[in-house]
């Protein structure tokens, strides 16, 4: 067995496992039935699943004789910004009482997006 | 000379890091490109300091290192658990939790990476942070005993990042 047989192989066997994540990312976000469950399938499966995709990408670079390092930005990237996403869709279900309501924090008075300023109450009551 | 290596390079770490950066993103290991790539990374930040006028101090990049090596096997294993929660365990036996974990952490810095940190690692979510950032609100998918939850934060993520921040 020659290295390419193996490196295609090992690319064969990532794409796999990536697609498989991705597939359980997506079961999940339609089975759950509230926001903040579902929140968790895709964002971190889906991370999980891509950089599968993106480290088969890697190997087969290697493989064609021109590594490419641009999926290591990628996934460095990604993995900066997926919490962002999932922190404000957390922070829009809490807002919008679309979720139980979380309890109250140790020390503090009340959760940085439960706390509306005088000024914007009047929206706050709002539908 | 020290004021002068302060002004130059107002954020070392960012400097090297977009060096890194321009050098991937040129998938081309030269000299021409790594020259490139630090003065760039020189002009950013000098140009960009003005909305940055605290340099976070006493950060180890060594100990960064293998806590970045730790939480990419954890996100490993957690994305097995997740993908098996989300494959085998029905709706109505699924128990989501809310946590409140106090936090013994005080910069802002080291507070976004735990943060990120819990949001990466599959089945708990950071939420939201109290009005006086001392605490963090944190979603569990599936658990049996949320204190549990909260302890391994305290103390395998929180520990290792007050070391790192100190």
């Given at each position: 067995m020659t290295a390419e047989i193996v490196g295609t192989y090992l690319v064969a066997l990532c794409l796999l496992i990536g697609a498989g994540f991705v597939i359980v990312g997506v079961i999940g976000l339609?089975?759950?039935?509230?926001?903040?469950?579902?929140?968790?399938?895709?964002?971190?499966?889906?991370?999980?699943?891509?950089?599968?995709?993106?480290?088969?990408?890697?190997?087969?670079?290697?493989?064609?004789g021109e590594a490419s390092m641009h999926?290591?930005?990628?996934?460095?990237?990604?993995?900066?910004?997926?919490?962002?996403?999932?922190?404000?869709?957390?922070?829009?279900?809490?807002?919008?009482?679309?979720?139980?309501?979380?309890?109250?924090?140790?020390?503090?008075?009340t959760w940085s997006t439960l706390k509306v300023s005088e000024a914007?109450?009047?929206?706050e009551r709002l539908p | 000379m020290a004021r002068a290596f302060h002004w130059l390079l107002p954020h070392p770490y960012l400097t090297l890091l977009l060096a890194v950066v321009w050098v991937i993103l040129q998938n081309d290991v030269s000299a021409g490109m790594v020259v490139?790539?630090?003065?760039?990374?020189?002009?950013?930040?000098?140009?960009?300091?003005?909305?940055?006028?605290?340099?976070?101090?006493?950060?180890?990049?060594?100990?960064?290192?293998?806590?970045?090596?730790?939480v990419l096997w954890d996100i490993l294993v957690a994305n097995v658990q997740v993908a098996w929660i989300v494959l085998t365990v029905p709706n109505s036996k699924l128990k989501p939790a809310w946590i409140v974990v106090p936090l013994d952490l005080r910069k802002p810095e080291a507070i976004t990476?735990?943060?990120?940190?819990?949001?990466?690692?599959?089945?708990?979510?950071?939420?939201?942070?109290?009005?006086?950032?001392?605490?963090?609100?944190?979603?569990?998918?599936?658990?049996?005993?949320?204190?549990?939850?909260?302890?391994?934060i305290k103390t395998r993520y929180e520990l290792r990042l007050k070391e790192i921040f100190s």
């Open positions: 339609l089975k759950f039935n509230d926001p903040m469950t579902r929140l968790h399938a895709p964002t971190k499966v889906g991370t999980m699943g891509i950089g599968m995709l993106l480290l088969a990408s890697m190997i087969h670079s290697v493989l064609l999926e290591l930005l990628i996934m460095a990237f990604l993995f900066v910004t997926a919490p962002i996403s999932a922190h404000f869709i957390a922070k829009v279900a809490i807002h919008g009482r679309t979720c139980e309501t979380p309890p109250p924090p140790l020390k503090d008075d914007d109450q009047e929206i | 490139f790539g630090i003065i760039l990374g020189i002009i950013i930040p000098r140009g960009t300091s003005i909305w940055w006028p605290d340099t976070p101090k006493g950060f180890r990049l060594s100990k960064m290192f293998s806590y970045s090596i730790m990476i735990l943060a990120g940190t819990i949001t990466l690692t599959p089945g708990t979510v950071s939420a939201d942070l109290s009005d006086a950032g001392h605490s963090l609100l944190v979603h569990v998918l599936h658990t049996d005993d949320p204190d549990a939850v909260r302890d391994e």
